[in-house]
């Protein structure tokens, strides 16, 4: 048995359906706080189950990270088994969450080989991430081999996503105040990328149906993909999700395309009403 242990935080979604069920990773929670109520995020658990924290612009939720003990008592509890231990967490960009598990591991040094990779992304960007260390894991990979794995695959990873409700984007500092308002009273539609692990505004555009548009002209432009992963913020699979499936699968046959719900703590970023895709470019020849 491979002695590598996985680890990474409840902003993950896995493409692979009972991926959880088949490998053993141990995830980190992140809490959902808005005002003195606060949720622990569970990893069935998606933005529409939350209303009462989505509610309302009065205050915004905020995602915490999970705290160093947290770290502190996973490791742990997988150092009884092994003492090699592979951290893969949500971009230090966007949440905190590695600094913990940075501080964390410190208490382990000599003891434990705890690497902590930061994703440089969320949701299924850093979900194919893990999945790609599990299942190198499982097939007996080494531990140097696994990191080099999930190394080469971040500068792979591309995402986009459509948020309708500029409040979120403000809130996060992505915008001005008066630009969110704005905007929200016009309904615009903000598009955003990561680069470097940072969410940044691209453009905005009017429509729900152009920005559907965008982002199919933003999946064209890779010659060559590995996986393409459509978010959203429900298990049930909306109508202008099928369409931009259908839209994709006729750029990219034979490429495995998959619909996921993004959880709540990502929500607190973009909003529980957005869409999104992340693409995992193929390697190169």
């Known amino acids: 048995m491979n002695r590598t242990r996985i680890v990474t935080d409840s902003t993950a979604r896995f493409p692979t359906r009972g991926f959880l069920d088949r490998f053993s990773v141990s995830i980190t929670p992140l809490k959902i706080q808005r ?3 606060s949720i622990v995020e569970e990893m069935r658990m998606n933005s529409a189950n939350l209303d009462p924290l989505f509610k309302g612009h009065d205050t915004l939720p905020v995602a915490t990270p999970p705290s160093i003990d947290t770290f ?43 690497q902590i990779i930061d994703s440089q992304s969320f949701s299924v960007g850093l979900g194919l991430l893990v999945q790609a260390a599990a299942e190198a894991a499982a097939q007996g990979d ?38 969110a308002i704005l905007g929200n009273m016009l309904g615009v539609i903000s598009l955003l990328t990561i680069e470097g692990g940072k969410i940044i505004p691209m453009e905005k555009v009017r429509t729900r149906a152009r920005a559907i548009e965008k982002m199919v002209e933003f999946t064209s432009e890779f010659a060559a993909v590995e996986h393409i992963a459509i978010l959203q913020n429900s298990l049930r699979t909306a109508d202008e999700c099928r369409t931009l499936k259908d839209r994709l699968r006729a750029l990219y046959r034979g490429v495995p395309i998959t619909i996921s719900e993004y959880g709540p703590s990502v929500a607190t970023y973009v909003g529980p009403k957005s869409i999104g895709v992340v693409v995992l470019e193929a390697e190169p020849e």
């Open 72 to 114: 502190v008592q996973t490791y742990s509890a997988l150092r009884q088994h092994t003492d090699q231990i592979l951290s893969i967490h949500t971009s230090s960009q966007i949440n905190p969450v590695i600094t913990n598990a940075y501080a964390a591991s410190q208490q382990f040094l000599g003891r434990c080989d705890i």
């Open 35 to 37: 005002g003195l109520s």
């Open 142 to 179: 080494d531990f140097e081999t696994i990191i080099r794995i999930v190394r080469g695959m971040i500068p792979r990873l591309y995402l986009i996503f459509a948020v309708d409700d500029l409040a979120y984007l403000e809130h996060n500092g992505l915008i001005s105040r008066s630009q």
